[in-house]
Structures are given as structure tokens and as C-alpha cells.
């Protein structure tokens, strides 16, 4: 299960969240038009270079749990006059793109925030557009989406912004609230050593009630009925779908309501099944957010939805239910407003005024788990050893009846040699179990799970 291991305050509430693809680094862009860039301690596990005798230790715990960790503020600027509303990474990571609600959006350097060029939003008729969200799809084109349901594309081929979108589509009436590309048919199948990567030619949107798939060279080429409810935020799961195609694909869609929708692959017109995240009169709070749970991290086909309580639920798209063993919360008042997974699996969520960091603890923790099988074991066959005892003594007075003084003796020796035995195991029984606490304690940290860390360049 995930446990928060670091809670990252920021100096205003967050507007937009970008995870680099292969980096452990997180983005954020806040109401106030700065934008922040931090990198994050790899954990021990993942490969980071360790030295002396403390290796094999460390592969024992999580870096950010033990309180030994410092999240380093990469760079920090102020982007846009105004709210900083969408940001995203290139798809290899070397780029960044930010959008605010000032109309100019702005192409720089991931590493150093350095501005590589910008251009205004188009206006929608005679009146000032605001962005909405943008997506990099691949390294010659940017998707952007604004609060007038139009979704430009422009073209990155002249290092930098062009100064007008090569497209212009307009799949929804109302403001874009998600952009999930469509992986290639073939892209499953994998490719050749050393061949191009292939990038998405369409994709999914959401705006206002309705969902949308547009083609990069054909325009918008359906859009669904209207569901009755703000859509506003989407994800894409490979290797699920109907029955006549199940490795399809699918996409989940958040709604207002705290409905979950699922779509299949090719069938766009309707939702086809639906999950109820959070339930209560005239319908529940909004999901605000919703990211797959990588693969390797073993939790299946889930997805965790953001809910605008502030709580954090996982969800079984397989078993189209609610996961009601995780109680995970971001903040009691304030809901996540971006929920990402960085190259590590660690899960960072982003709300309110602060960013929070997540990590799989179920190995570490199973250990204790680990220790009390092993402790039961050992009880049980501390018993069975008992039993033995008891059984020879029958034998052994049935064997010797025939001097009742002699056996009466042996017996009453044999108990005081009984009794100290059975006290001498328990002392052993509990300087085993005294030992394994402290063994856990140790790669837990003096905070159990949970740890303080120094945060530097925050000033």
C-alpha cells in the first residue's frame, strides 16, 4: 500500500503538476505565474550510487523515509504575469511547455528554466482566450486546449513556437479539461532495435459534458453524447476492453459527480461501464484527477481518482469497484488537483499549497509481517516439543511401575527439569521476538513509515 513519506509545502496553491518521464524530477506551476522545478532523492533500491558498508542497509528502507533526504529545488521562476493553468514535458524530457492565463504560452529548457521562445493563444473571435491544458504528443507537435473548447496544434519543427497553429479544431463547446493520446494499433507489437519511436496520431479530450476523438490530419472525428456531467479529467489503460477485444484498450474518465466512466476503444458515441468513487445526495464530490498505477509496481489494472474531498481512491478496473482497504488522503480540506507516477513508481500528488510524495511500502513493511509467521512457528514448535516431553514421560512411568517410590522421584525431577526448560525457552521466545522489533524498527526509521526532511532553496 502507499504511504506518504514527504510532504513538500509550496508559497501558493498549485494550478498544474508535470512529472519528467525519466527523471526523478516534479514541476509545478502556481496561481501566482511561478513556476518551480524539484528534484527528488532516488530511492535506495533504484540503483543510486552508495558507498561502504551502509549498501546493504540502505536497500533495507526508503531514502525518503529514514529523514536523511533532501529535495533539491532545481530552479524556480516567475513564468506568466498571471496563474500558471497548464505545464508539460517533452517526451523525452528535455523540454517544457508552460501555459497561463495571461494568453502566452512559452517553450524552455527542463533543466535550466531557460526561455526558448513563446507565443499569445489565438483569440476565439474578438474576445481574449484563456489555455486550458496542453500536451506535447510527440517532438514536433504541441496540443493546446482552451476555455473556449477550441484545440490548436503547433508545430515545434522551427526550434520554438510558430507564431500561428497549424491546426485548429474545435471538438467541444466548453473548456478542455483532459488530453490522452491513443497509442498506435501497433504499438503493443513493439518495434525493431534501433527503429524510430512511434508517436500518437489522435486522441482522446474532455470539455464541458461531452468526449471527443480528433484525428492530427482529419480534424475531430466523433464526439460522444452528452453524459449529464462535467468531464473533467481522463486516462488511458492498455490491455483491457469487451469481451470480443479484450487487449482494446480503454479509457477512464473522472466526472463531477464522483462517477468514474469507462469507454472501449472504437465505441465513442457512450460510456459503456461505470464505477460510483464517491456516492452521497444529488451525487458525490468531483474527481479532480486520475493516473494509472504503473504495472511493475504489481496492483494490477487500477487507477487512483483524486476525489475534491481530498481523499485519494483506488479503483479496480477489472473488478469495476472501489479499492475500500486504501485510506489515503492528500489533505483534509484541500483535494489534489494532479496526480502523476515518477520513474521510480513513486506516487506525487499536487493540491492546495503543497505537493506530496508516495511510496509502495508493502515489501518493507511485510517483513514485520515476515517476522510474526516466524514467531507463531516458532511457538508452535516450542509446543510440539512440549508434547514430545509429555509423551516420553508416560512411557517412561509406564515402563517403571513397578517401583512407585522410584518413579514418584524420577517424575518429580523430571518436572523441576521440565520447568526450567520451559523457562529457559521463553526467555529465548521473547529475546527473539525483542530482537526482530528492533530489527524492524531500524529499517523503518525513529518515525516508523513516515520521516522530516530538509528542504533546500525554498527561500
Known sequence: ??????????????????????????????????????????????????????????????????????????????????????????????????????????????????????????????????????HAIDPQHLLLGTDAGALHIFD??????????ARTSFPHTDYISSIVPLPPPNASQGSSPGADPVFPKQWVTTGGTTLAVTDMRSGTLVRSDDQEDDLLCATYVAGIGPKKAANRGIVAVGGSTGVLTMWDRGSWDDQQERVIVDSGRGGGDSIDAVALIPEELGYGKKVVAAVGDGSL???????????????LRHDDSEGAVAVGFDCFGRMITAGGAIVKIWEDLTELQGNGAEDDEEEESDEEEDEEEEEDSDDDEEEDGAEDASGKKRAREEDSDEEDSDSDSEEERDRERRERQRKRREAIAARLGPMGAHGVLRFEGLD
Open 313 to 327: 481512491r483506488l479503483v479496480d478496473l477489472v473488478r469495476r469497484e472501489v479499492d475500500v482497504t486504501a485510506t
Open 156 to 165: 515545434l519543427r522551427q526550434d520554438g513556437l510558430a507564431a500561428k497553429p
Open 1 to 134: 500500500m502507499f504511504e506518504n513519506v514527504c510532504s513538500l509545502p509550496l508559497p501558493g496553491d498549485v494550478f498544474a503538476q508535470a512529472v519528467h518521464p525519466t527523471e526523478p524530477v516534479v514541476t509545478v506551476g502556481l496561481y501566482n505565474g511561478r513556476v518551480q522545478c524539484f528534484r527528488l532523492p532516488p530511492p535506495a533500491n533504484g540503483g543510486g550510487a552508495s558507498s561502504g558498508g551502509e549498501e546493504e542497509e540502505d536497500m533495507e528502507t526508503s531514502i525518503l523515509s529514514d529523514g536523511r533526504a533532501t529535495i533539491e529545488s532545481v530552479w524556480g521562476t516567475k513564468r506568466h504575469k498571471r496563474s500558471c493553468r497548464a505545464l508539460g514535458y517533452s517526451p523525452d524530457g528535455d523540454l517544457m511547455f508552460s501555459a497561463g492565463s495571461d494568453g502566452i504560452v512559452k517553450h524552455f529548457s527542463s533543466t535550466t528554466g531557460r526561455v526558448i521562445s513563446k507565443v499569445l493563444v489565438p483569440k476565439f473571435g474578438n474576445h481574449d482566450d484563456a489555455p486550458s491544458i496542453l
